[in-house]
């Protein structure tokens, strides 16, 4: 089994003195632990953050990134921007970024590819919308999308994929365990048709959506789940912290 992976998006929240102390209390209480953690502040808070976190053995990622190493495309952030102030990761494919940006899978993948080039490793995020669940598509969708959004370059060392259903972002809704051991043994057995075998067994997948300190054990429990792409529960240590401690 793979090393668990508590990773915490903070998504568009914070300012620099919330990331700050944030970040600051997650490295103090952070050691005793036998998982990792990320956090993954807004770009504005990177430069505090990493300063923060510094030989603390908590590691950094950004929320995005664009595939080209520079150039003209304002408003974006290369990986080259980020690998400089000190990111260990970045997240690609985010649910809202693919609503809120339109990205497809095949932008995803190059945003990939470029990170993974550039030295970062990548989280990957996948997930089914409401109507994918109801209708009974939820496997074929996120099949569709690991399959699109992994790059040739991936290996377990440099890639996480995290499954976030759509429909449990920030809405308290938690899929069953068993439908979430279900999604986490298929992207497994996908991903033996698109890496080595050993590659494929150690690759960690994460699953997110409104995991919190209550139901992190059964969740962390499921087969095939190597740890947890956390938000809201991510904004407060002490909650943080929690859901780490109920790694097995
Ligand atoms: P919540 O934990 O707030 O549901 O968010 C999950 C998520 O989107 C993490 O990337």
């Known amino acids: 089994m793979p090393k668990a992976l508590i990773a915490g998006n903070w998504k568009m929240n914070g300012d620099i003195a919330t990331a700050r102390e944030l970040a600051g209390a997650i490295a103090a ?3 005793a632990h036998a998982c990792d953690y990320l956090v993954c502040p807004p770009f504005t808070a990177l430069t505090e ?7 603390s053995g908590v590691l950094l990622g950004a929320q995005d990134c664009h595939s080209a190493a520079s150039g003209a495309h304002t408003g974006d952030v290369s ?13 690609v494919g985010h649910s809202e970024r693919r609503s809120d940006h339109g990205e497809s899978n095949a932008l995803v993948k190059s945003k990939a590819a470029a990170a993974l080039k550039g030295g970062l490793s990548v989280i990957i ?3 089914e919308s409401e109507s994918e ?12 999308q690991v399959v699109g959004s992994l790059p040739e370059t991936s290996n377990s060392t440099n890639t996480v994929i995290a ?5 449990a972002i920030g809405t308290g809704k938690v899929p069953t365990t068993a439908q979430i051991s279900e999604m986490h043994l298929h992207i497994s057995s996908v991903l033996e048709n698109e890496m080595s075998d050993s590659d494929a067994a150690s690759t960690r997948l994460l699953y997110g959506g409104s ?3 209550e139901n992190a054990t ?8 190597n740890g947890a792409l956390v938000g809201g529960a991510s904004l407060k240590a002490e909650s943080f912290l929690a859901i780490g401690q109920s790694c097995p």
């Open 29 to 31: 209480g952070s050691d």
């Open 49 to 55: 953050v990493s300063g923060v976190l510094a030989d």
């Open 79 to 91: 990986v080259g921007m980020l690998t400089d102030i000190g990111c260990h990761y970045v997240i």
């Open 125 to 127: 995020c996948v997930g």
């Open 133 to 144: 669940r109801e209708s009974g598509t939820a496997l074929a969708t996120v099949e569709r």
């Open 163 to 167: 499954y976030e259903p759509v429909w």
């Open 211 to 213: 995991v919190n300190p």
């Open 218 to 225: 059964e969740i962390l429990r499921c087969s095939r789940v």
